[in-house]
């Protein structure tokens, strides 16, 4: 069964690659006609695109509308930006750079924002000129055959695009054929796995991982203001974001004060039915998280932390968590180092920016930080110290398309999205020219 599976995996990696080079060979407004086409039918289609992600992962249905409308500004950028990125750059009448697809890519991707992870690389890989074979996550499986059903209905070939639908395992056998370049969002211990597989093969390998963001809030803010910013943060899409807000610290005077304010804003949230519009935090996609949550929060009281909220699973139902806030935390309980990925945050009091650098820092992971400041120089001198991929200052868990998305430590390597994003599916051809001497 799995040898008759395995052999699938390699004759669809056999169809894509003898088919790249004709791909590449349609000039950059055929393709760009056909992504047209595709970017179109997500908007004709958001409704009922919609209603499956829902159904699928839970978020409710405004996140999941949002999501997909963010997608189409996503392709709207790669459409606006990949042609000039193929443009050779002629340095002089004997140099020139020419720029080449990479050739059949792996797209290995997560279940919390299906859409945007995945348009962020299965768009301008095709644009460039790639073939793609997509391996959407099995908890999204419903939405990969959506987007590979509309990409087909656009008219791009399924020797172009072709999703494999399967859980780790289908990842597994991806790897195991000798695709060009491997671009994966997951977690940080499936990445590993991902690298370690891709060691040998000296290919491009892109990894966009987990995070476990810190917010310091200082003594010049709107408190108001500041708590809603970050209580969205904290708990848009149930916490189960790459770039959710996981950790807060706050500048000791304001301490009490902005808990206060938080808590407003985490005690609004509506826990429910995610197709019911007044839902403001839905399930969270894997129950498994739900022991993860209530395993940090018994951890963190054993070490003195206090519960203000939350802290164990609704009692309708194994899959909803409520908004869960601890203070007194430090940086020996697990929900200020592990990704948490659920609506669940740890406040903890410092004394001044350094302490509050020190503590951003004391992570494994790199993904973001954002500093709440009136001050822009204070803000950015403190941000220029903490070793992330991305900076916030008075916003978080924003990604833009015309930024490059990037993790440091174990959040990752490489870039999407931005310019950077483009170029990541194009390798480089130096050309040396000499005109000949004369005989
Ligand atoms: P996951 O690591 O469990 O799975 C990701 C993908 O890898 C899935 O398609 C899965 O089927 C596949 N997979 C599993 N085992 C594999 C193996 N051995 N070989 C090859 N493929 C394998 O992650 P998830 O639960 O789908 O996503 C949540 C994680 O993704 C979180 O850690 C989150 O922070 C991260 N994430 C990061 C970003 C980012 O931009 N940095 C964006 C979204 C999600």
Redesign the pocket.
């Known amino acids: 069964m799995l040898k008759d599976h395995t052999a699938s995996v390699q004759g669809q990696f056999d169809r894509l690659r003898r088919f790249q080079p004709v791909w590449a060979a349609l000039s950059y407004p055929q393709r760009a006609k056909l992504i047209r086409g595709f970017r179109d039918l997500l908007l004709v289609k958001t409704e009922e695109l919609a209603d499956i992600l829902t159904r699928e992962v839970g978020k409710p249905r405004a996140q999941s509308f949002r999501e997909i409308r963010g997608a189409v500004e996503r392709i709207d950028f790669f459409l606006e930006n990949t042609e000039a990125a193929l443009k050779s750059e002629i340095i002089s009448k004997e140099e020139i750079i020419e720029f080449e697809p990479l050739g059949v890519i792996a797209n290995?991707?997560?279940?919390?924002?299906p859409y945007l992870?995945g348009t962020?690389v299965f768009i301008p890989a095709l644009l460039t000129g790639n073939t793609v074979l997509y391996?959407?996550?099995?908890?999204a499986s419903l939405t990969g055959f959506k987007i590979q059903e509309l990409m087909h209905e656009a008219g791009i070939p399924s020797d172009a695009f072709t999703a494999l639908i399967?859980?780790?395992?289908?990842?597994?056998e991806?790897?195991a054929v000798p695709v060009d370049g491997v671009f994966?969002?997951?977690?940080?211990?499936?990445?590993l796995?991902?690298a370690k597989?891709c060691a040998a093969k000296m290919i491009s390998v892109q990894l966009?991982?987990?995070?476990k963001d810190p917010v310091y809030v200082c003594d010049d803010v709107n408190l108001a203001w500041a708590a809603e910013q970050i209580a969205d943060g904290v708990f848009y899409n149930a916490g189960?974001?790459?770039?959710a807000v996981e950790r807060v610290y706050v500048q000791n005077s304001i301490h009490d004060g902005f808990i206060e304010q938080f808590l407003i804003h985490a005690r609004k949230l509506k826990l429910g039915e995610p197709f019911d519009e007044s839902t403001t935090l839905g399930p969270l996609t894997?129950s498994a998280q739900v022991d993860l949550l209530e395993a940090q929060v018994k951890d963190a009281v054993s070490k003195g932390a206090r519960l203000l909220c939350g802290g164990t699973r609704a009692e309708f139902s194994d899959r909803f968590f409520p908004p869960t806030v601890l203070m007194n935390v430090n940086s020996s309980m697990r929900v200020m180092q592990e990704?948490s990925?659920g609506p669940i945050i740890g406040i903890q009091r410092v004394e001044d920016d350094e302490e509050a650098i020190r503590q951003m820092n004391d992570t494994q992971y790199g993904?973001t930080a954002s500093v709440f400041s009136g001050d822009e120089t204070r803000a950015r001198s403190i941000l220029s110290r903490v070793n992330t991929g991305t900076a916030y200052w008075n916003c978080c868990d924003r990604v833009s398309p015309r930024l490059p998305?990037s993790?440091r430590k174990n959040?990752?390597t490489g870039s999407?999205l931005s310019k950077r994003g483009i170029q990541a599916f194009l390798r480089p051809k130096a050309w040396h020219l000499r005109m000949p001497v004369a005989n």
């Open positions: 290995i991707s997560a279940w919390n924002y992870v962020s391996k959407p996550s099995e908890f399967g859980n780790g395992r289908v990842g597994q991806l790897l994966f969002t997951g977690s940080y211990a499936t990445g796995k991902v597989a966009e991982l987990g995070g189960q974001s790459c770039c894997r990704e990925f993904l998305w993790g959040s990752g999407t």
